[in-house]
């Protein structure tokens, strides 16, 4: 099992997670690390802390004088620049809609409603970043890839019918992760900016070349399906998350034919996901989101000051307009995480050279599946 | 926590549940279980099977004479009366797509690809409906109501405004737990079976008069929206789960305004649907989901026999037409497990009195948040 | 992972286990495990129920036509006979010192304090022994053996200084699993019988061929030496559990040297009991465990009616006078599920065939540490 | 839930910590637990290291301006002063007998035998140290105090009979944390030192005032005996473990009796060491182990080559001669952890008025066990 564990609060003294299950013998390539963490940060659309804050990886423990993993914990560190405006700070009494300002306060009792967002705050993300980048690099070492981009942001949509390596090659070259369409989804977020208001959209990862039987039907909760889902929507924003196709509802249409040509067994769609009966099948697996506007509007959002019950409207506090692109990474790594524990889990193996031989003895194990 | 453990196979012996973490104390209704699992069954668009099958839960631990839970695990076993078409005796290799058939044993590797749907079969939900159903009774105790219906099968929607216990209470008057147009979405169903297909659709769960407070935000695990997103996902035909408002993207727009009205604090929209931060937050938790199509087409979906890699078509099996119905309440079941157990986490204690005494205590020690 | 959950009460319907874990491909020899059944029962000082009873275990999931592992939960009961002397029906409230009845019922708030005991029995551990010796069967496909013996019961103990195969056969023909002096065991046993009183003893549970670097020092969570402690602390009767020695003091006495002869590499004494840093080091685990005389003393002991305050002696319920025994081959059976779990991490794959590639890897890819 | 999750290597840059479940509202004393984290260095017989470092618990999440726990996880750094000897450094491939440098080598495939003691260290322990006086300020707050003293080094014992406050207290006036006859414990140690051997002992744990009901029978993984007995074994030198009387064979004898005086129960002795069923019964729960002696012997130990298989001894790093004082400290830590564990999950709540009102109530609503 791969697991991050956090601590550390968004205007705290830095942020901190300890990664643990990375197996031995892996090469954390920290330059890739940091350029995920600048991925985060990058946009179109993001507010001041963006220029502020320069995030870098730094690993105190569980690797070698080279960098390679030795199978104990990763432990690292984001530093925090800005701790100006830790909420001890900016205490307030009158909750932020979409924020957890209220549940989390009416939940640990805090009369500083300005408490919950330090743990909430998108910036914890930061970790989910690190950590997944790792796996992704985890990952790689067996030739799966994962690829994300920005499908929507407001109104304005683009999808890509081709879905190869060079499609997710160019949307890393757009500010906002864009699949398309950039011009007019900057113009989105630009309207956003000028009515004060903020901007929701859709993101989608893909994990490729996963190979098939991770995951298990025979508990819920070792479900790959089910696993990707929590990943997903417990990140800030997300309100919805959906597997492969959720529109087709025709039984004949839905599923995805097999077909053995040149003795290669292929699928002819991938409607599912590529995951059938929570358990991967070869196919790419396709996680698509919604993210929900960000919560702080400039203009406010009618509110109560909860310590004399008058109506007044959220104060404003310093942030973006637009963390479509941000999410659509972070739900990636998160989904990266989760593919690389299930791969561990699988293959066992402590170090990756027994993992590797796990690995290909399956593959050549099954191959009669799939080989004629 | 509260958590259910299942053995048992579709064709097999019966199916088995062990529910863990139910408090010393609470009354088991089976009536009420019972009246559950034959809904499970109900419906229009079921197959030959639900005709065969008489659910009923049998507890075999952890109450005492009068039917009260003890504390210790509840066991319980639902009995199968068909076993005839157990997996071992009708072996296929021609693997159905949509079902765990290839990617369950690959994983297995088995030969018989029949094997995989012993586990993944929709009969298994009836544990879930069974263990969820004295979860709901449990959060009954604390005047919290789990509803549900279905609002769309095929093309056909019907969404209530009124989202009132009356509006529920005739759901469940529905041969398909139709929120609305229950006879185009027959002949939705009608039109499927004489095409020989399969039809798919949207369910609706609610979870009304939750506390704020449930779930937390420190670490993603422990999210409520995460969890409830796990429980529903990994539901056999769910491809899509959604909390609250989805389709939203102005934050000016989405956020859930505060106001103080007469003395008590309101919400003036739930679009949030009642988790924001991955916590509770006092409104209704909304939870919709998209049921694909179930796999079993009568005319056969192209594929492979693995075992000469000749093209062919899927064997057909008996099966339902339209699972909406089922799905709907099941995943309902799951949400209810979710929220009990995220209960006894927060108001721990082993007894029904400890747990009342320490959920009064904190829902009057909040008053303040949302009274003056 | 491999876990076992359970179900049941001492004198309720039955006891129900489901054994999660167990790896595809594993034919579970019901005869064996029976036989285990039979031991647990077995022998002198035993009381009248261990007469009514026969335990067998009725698998009824998780298993094909031909006795093999699915990879599905392994579901199984085991029948109650006796199930007239229900704690509903010998309601008391005096609670019998050494039993949970007191700190059970202030826990759980019960008026009858007889209801503890229906999980604290000793009649539950037959789902430890049928699941235990379901992991022995499982260890034994990879040459690991599970021994077990008394070493002694009252003041008469006998260690035996050849821990070879042919000395635990033997033991399993004596009535009382003795390591030797058997006759002057039974007398202890008939001195206390006599005397109304109960006796307590000492065991052993060896592990042998398991591989070096099963557990891991990473985390207190995955040693294997606090993983065996709590397995065996947690069996009803025992209060020590040691693993190697721990009487010698001096470290160049106490430290097992390491010798190299012909060509392969061999420790000069195993004081450490197998594991060093929590991680198994290819000698044999050695556990010893003391065992409580329990607590259903004839004659009662003093003690108080809860109901009305009043100075009493607790009541005698049916039981035996020495379990020793049984405790012993228990507290082995759990030692035998806990490095079935650890195997199964270690080596992942859910088939024994895949576990046995990656296991033979890992012997392979580490020769050099033994082998020159 | 109350969980320790740890980073660092013994010479790397630092040991790091993760405190989760502590509940938001305590006041985290951090002179307390640097006073720990000095008695853990303290010392008679302790090596060159402790002088050089000297540990200071830095905290840098979790806490607010003024030090009072926020309920989110508590992140925390102690300082590696000696980074000179890291393992990287220090490089060698003989075995020293009683280190994991075999074990951890051969699970992790080291060619560095020095890489496992990076966290095999005793150094870590002071992590444990940490958040254990951590969990121990928790304890306080509902009246629960933990003890702990050495009874015996090499073959000198001193028992106290009175075992009240006022005698642990003068334990902590002792550089050795003797319980009595701290004179000839030196001397053992001084024998040791000369002799160019190490030396082990035996301690003792006491926790105070914990409420009956803490622990579960219902599942073994849940019992306060057996997560004891886990957290005590898993400590780096522990051998064997016992909770009370492990030597009184006759039942009549051990089993503690219930008086009731005054209106008030009590219990005539305490064998059972304060658990009962696996549930903490009201009493002293009295933990002892046996700390071996610490395996880097300055004469060294016979061991191989395992470069070459040539015959040698055991390589000396620089060590301490006694170490059961600070392991007496970390198990008793430990211990403290679980029990503060327990206690959250009973009475839930996640902030301290919560989880005392809940206490309260169950105190009171529970006196009729003990009071008439």
Same mark, same amino acid.
């Given at each position: 099992m791969i697991e991050l564990i956090t601590a550390g609060e968004s205007h705290g003294k830095g942020l901190f997670g300890i990664l643990r299950g990375i197996p031995c013998g892996l090469k954390i390539d920290t330059d890739f690390v940091n350029g995920m963490l600048a991925l985060r940060q990058r946009g179109f659309g993001r507010g001041e802390r963006m220029k502020i804050e320069k995030d870098r990886i730094n690993i105190v423990s569980g690797i070698d004088e080279n960098g390679v993993s030795t199978g104990s914990p990763?432990?690292?560190?984001?530093?925090?620049?800005?701790?100006?405006? #830790?909420?001890?700070?900016?205490?307030?009494?009158? @909750?932020?809609?979409?924020?957890?300002?209220?549940?989390?306060?009416?939940?640990? #009792?805090?009369?500083? $409603?300005?408490? @919950?967002? !330090?743990?909430?705050?998108?910036?914890?993300?930061? $970790?989910?970043?690190?950590?997944?980048? %790792?796996?992704?690099?985890?990952?790689? !070492?067996?030739?799966?890839?994962?690829?994300?981009a920005v499908e929507c942001i407001g109104k304005t949509c683009a999808f890509a019918k081709d879905l190869s390596e060079d499609t997710f090659e160019k949307v890393l070259s757009s500010d906002i992760l864009a699949m398309g369409k950039e011009a007019e989804m900057k113009a989105e977020i630009e309207n956003a900016v000028k009515s004060e208001d903020t901007i929701g959209g859709r993101g989608l990862? %893909?994990?490729?070349? *996963?190979?098939?039987?991770?995951?298990?039907?025979?508990?819920?909760? #070792?479900?790959?399906?089910? *696993?990707?889902?929590?990943?997903?929507?417990?990140?800030?924003?997300?309100?919805?998350?959906?597997?492969? !196709?959720?529109? %087709?509802?025709?039984g004949a249409i839905y599923h995805d034919p097999f077909e053995m040509k040149n003795g290669t067994l292929k699928r002819l769609s991938n409607n599912a996901g590529g995951i059938e009966g929570g358990i991967t099948n070869g196919e790419d697996v396709v996680v698509r989101f919604f993210s929900k506007p960000i919560p702080t509007v400039r203009r406010g959002i009618p509110s109560v000051d909860i310590k004399n019950g008058k109506n007044t409207r959220s104060v404003y506090v310093r942030s973006d307009t637009c963390v479509v692109p941000a999410v659509t990474l972070v739900s990636a790594m998160r989904i990266a995480l989760v593919f690389a524990s299930l791969l561990t889990e699988k293959f066992g193996g402590e170090t990756m050279s027994d993992i590797r031989a796990s690995f290909n003895n399956y593959i050549n194990s099954r191959r009669a599946f799939w080989q004629k």
């Amino acid at each position: 099992m791969i697991e991050l564990i956090t601590a550390g609060e968004s205007h705290g003294k830095g942020l901190f997670g300890i990664l643990r299950g990375i197996p031995c013998g892996l090469k954390i390539d920290t330059d890739f690390v940091n350029g995920m963490l600048a991925l985060r940060q990058r946009g179109f659309g993001r507010g001041e802390r963006m220029k502020i804050e320069k995030d870098r990886i730094n690993i105190v423990s569980g690797i070698d004088e080279n960098g390679v993993s030795t199978g104990s914990p990763i432990g690292f560190f984001i530093d925090n620049i800005d701790t100006k405006l #830790n909420a001890t700070k900016r205490s307030f009494t009158v @909750p932020r809609p979409g924020h957890a300002d209220f549940a989390g306060s009416v939940k640990y #009792n805090f009369k500083n $409603l300005a408490m @919950p967002s !330090e743990r909430t705050s998108g910036r914890l993300s930061a $970790l989910d970043v690190a950590a997944g980048s %790792i796996a992704a690099l985890f990952l790689r !070492e067996f030739g799966v890839k994962v690829y994300f981009a920005v499908e929507c942001i407001g109104k304005t949509c683009a999808f890509a019918k081709d879905l190869s390596e060079d499609t997710f090659e160019k949307v890393l070259s757009s500010d906002i992760l864009a699949m398309g369409k950039e011009a007019e989804m900057k113009a989105e977020i630009e309207n956003a900016v000028k009515s004060e208001d903020t901007i929701g959209g859709r993101g989608l990862a %893909i994990v490729r070349n *996963l190979p098939a039987g991770l995951g298990d039907y025979n508990d819920w909760r #070792n479900r790959a399906d089910g *696993l990707v889902a929590q990943a997903v929507m417990s990140v800030g924003t997300v309100k919805s998350v959906s597997i492969g !196709e959720s529109g %087709i509802t025709s039984g004949a249409i839905y599923h995805d034919p097999f077909e053995m040509k040149n003795g290669t067994l292929k699928r002819l769609s991938n409607n599912a996901g590529g995951i059938e009966g929570g358990i991967t099948n070869g196919e790419d697996v396709v996680v698509r989101f919604f993210s929900k506007p960000i919560p702080t509007v400039r203009r406010g959002i009618p509110s109560v000051d909860i310590k004399n019950g008058k109506n007044t409207r959220s104060v404003y506090v310093r942030s973006d307009t637009c963390v479509v692109p941000a999410v659509t990474l972070v739900s990636a790594m998160r989904i990266a995480l989760v593919f690389a524990s299930l791969l561990t889990e699988k293959f066992g193996g402590e170090t990756m050279s027994d993992i590797r031989a796990s690995f290909n003895n399956y593959i050549n194990s099954r191959r009669a599946f799939w080989q004629k």
